[in-house]
């Protein structure tokens, strides 16, 4: 906890105080500077990453686990560290045991659930090795490319680090290398994704697994961040461990659990989070569950039309055509019905929200299907409330 928390934690005491004082802590996409229990994974990455020490670049490799393993964490924490060492150009390093100075490579971060096109891996590249501005417009991929090889050409390379490969709308492993091949030795890949085996693609580089988080780690986290989050003394330890039990390893429906149930407290003015508050947020958090991140890349509109299906009520929800109906009568959404039947057709492709089909036993025909999200509801409830509230 800094400095800021604990004096925002001292004037918010008193008999009125919210139970949540900073949402972001709580956020399951939301990335810390130093992720917990993960010191041996980071020695693996480092490991790998030795060479650009020396000057050259390591090969391409495979980051890889089951989901909520903190894998973007683990690699968005190093890499930020990484760049904060070559925010320079020419930036260079010396240390005890390498007797030259050595120019590090670029480190680049690229989340392929907002940058899933070749173009857009180009120009996410250029525009960290580039000066200006790279335009986006007027430019085809063909030259993208081939700025980039002019700009790394006889440098210190570029180790590009490429998040969620292998998803549904995302990209796939040998498009990937296939596209950043003609850089050769240039560019160094780090993929991050599920198990290999998840999308029947082969990988036959370097690969380092990342392991679901133990039980007792899971509760040091969900402590930690409650810590940082929430009044003194307001999660249990009994809690965080029913939640640690519940969620199986998986930190992002651990903190989305705890994120629910806070913010269920909170709304009922109490003092400490209940044991009915945690079950709430358990009961919000469906099984499987679609990663946070992946409903909160999407377009601004699909989003609006999620935050309307958590509005409604189970008689608006028992068709398709209902649901549709109800969305595109409200007054946030200037959506036409098709578009909204559109948009709920989509989302349930991508696994965003499912079509469970009625158990009725009368009339003809096939039954009606009512739609049923299968993200966190309540935190993406509030989080997009947040959002709106600060335009």
Known sequence: MDLAQRIRRRRRRGADRPIVLDYEPLNPVAHVQEPVGRGPIFERLLDHLDPVFDGTLPPNVYVWGPPGSGKSAIVTALFDRLKSMTVQPHAVIHTSTRAQTTELPTFVYVDTRTANSEFQLYHRALQAVSKGDVP??????????????????????????????????????????????????????????????????????????????????????????????????????????????????????????????????????????????????IDAVPTPCVPLGVVLSLRDNRQRVLRELLNLGSEDRGSVTATTEAIAATDDIDLSPGTVKRFLYELAERGVVERVSSSRTKGHGRPPSRVEPRFPTLVFRRLYDLQTSQR
């Open 136 to 281: 986006r417009q007027g430019v085809s991929t063909a030259e993208l490319q081939s700025r980039l090889n002019e700009a790394i050409s006889g440098g210190p390379g570029v180790v590009l680090a490429v998040d969620h490969v292998g998803e549904s709308e995302s990209l796939l492993i040998e498009d990937v290398t296939g596209w950043f091949e003609p850089f050769g030795r240039s560019v160094s890949l780090v993929l991050v994704g599920r198990p290999p085996d998840s999308d029947g693609e082969k990988w036959t580089d370097a690969e380092i697994e990342i392991p679901g988080y133990g039980q007792q780690v899971l509760i040091d986290i969900l402590m930690t961040r409650g810590s940082d989050a929430l009044a003194r003394d307001a999660l249990q330890h009994s809690q965080a461990r029913q939640i640690a039990s519940w969620a199986g390893g998986d930190a992002h429906d651990a903190l989305a659990a705890l994120f629910g149930g806070a913010d269920q407290a909170d709304a009922a003015g109490v003092e400490h989070v209940r044991d009915k508050d945690i079950q709430a947020g």
